[in-house]
């Protein structure tokens, strides 16, 4: 069954260095989106990109944030220069089409800021 | 805006008990629901959905869920539990219409199966 998946697993950095997390979407989906659940909280919407363009972002998705879909199989994000409130996990997801559709979730990546 | 309540944070059951997993939206508008789980160490998965037609939906592992519109709730049930069940359940929410596809969760409800 094919499934999203994340790298790295675990992401460890310094205060105001730029991290890029990486997925790959299930091969025939449309829509991609990134989500991030701080520790000990809900999961938040971050962004959401179709056709090569961002489609809606949350409040939380500010200039030090940006989405590319570089080839045709890779969707990262990047945090330009990291806060130590931006440690959490972040969850790939994407989906075959609008909101009638399931997304599918990766695996995660856990970035801590020290 | 959007948003979702689930009542209970954690949860401690009996193999064989019945499950109940209340959760609460606040939009008036037509809405998708769904609930994720995680089990440990694995990523989010969906249990069922709901989108229109029959409000009692059936998911996997035998989960259910009653859309109730007049209490905008969608509850999670599960007759008789199984310590395979122990799992992180997320309820979620998307807006049909001017809601994009994003998906606005509940704060997770921790499930604790003990044998």
């Known amino acids: 069954e094919p499934e999203v998946t994340q790298t790295p697993s675990h992401q460890v950095t310094q205060m105001g260095q730029e991290v890029i997390l990486r997925c790959v979407p299930i091969?025939?989906?449309?829509?991609f989106y990134w989500y991030r659940q701080i520790l000990g909280q809900k999961v938040e919407f971050l962004v959401s990109?179709?056709?090569?363009?961002?489609?809606?972002k949350s409040e939380i998705f500010d200039d030090q944030f940006s989405v590319e879909r570089p080839d045709g199989s890779n969707f990262t994000l990047k945090i330009r220069s990291t806060k130590l409130e931006d440690s959490a996990m972040y969850f790939c997801?994407?989906?075959?089409?609008?909101?009638?559709?399931?997304?599918?979730f990766g695996p995660g990546t856990r970035l801590t800021v020290l | 805006a959007q948003s979702v309540s689930q009542h209970n944070h954690h949860v401690i059951l009996s193999e064989a008990a019945s499950l109940e997993l209340g959760c609460n939206y606040s939009?008036?508008?037509?809405?998708?629901l769904f609930w994720y789980v995680q089990y440990p160490g694995q990523h989010l998965q969906l249990l069922l959905k709901?989108?229109?037609?029959?409000?009692l939906v059936k998911g996997i592992k035998g989960f259910e869920a009653e859309f109730i519109k007049s209490k905008f709730s969608f509850n999670l049930r599960k007759p008789s539990v199984q310590w395979s069940d122990t799992a992180e359940y997320f309820c979620?929410?998307?807006?049909?219409?001017?809601?994009?596809?994003?998906?606005?969760f509940g704060t997770g409800t921790q499930l604790k199966v003990e044998l």
């Open positions: 997801a994407s989906g075959v089409g609008s909101s009638y559709n399931e997304q599918f």
């Open positions: 091969s025939n989906h449309l829509y």
């Open positions: 990109f179709y056709n090569n363009e961002i489609s809606e």
């Open positions: 939009y008036g508008g037509t809405v998708n």
């Open positions: 709901y989108f229109s037609g029959d409000p």
């Open positions: 979620a929410v998307n807006v049909v219409t001017g809601g994009g596809n994003k998906l606005t």
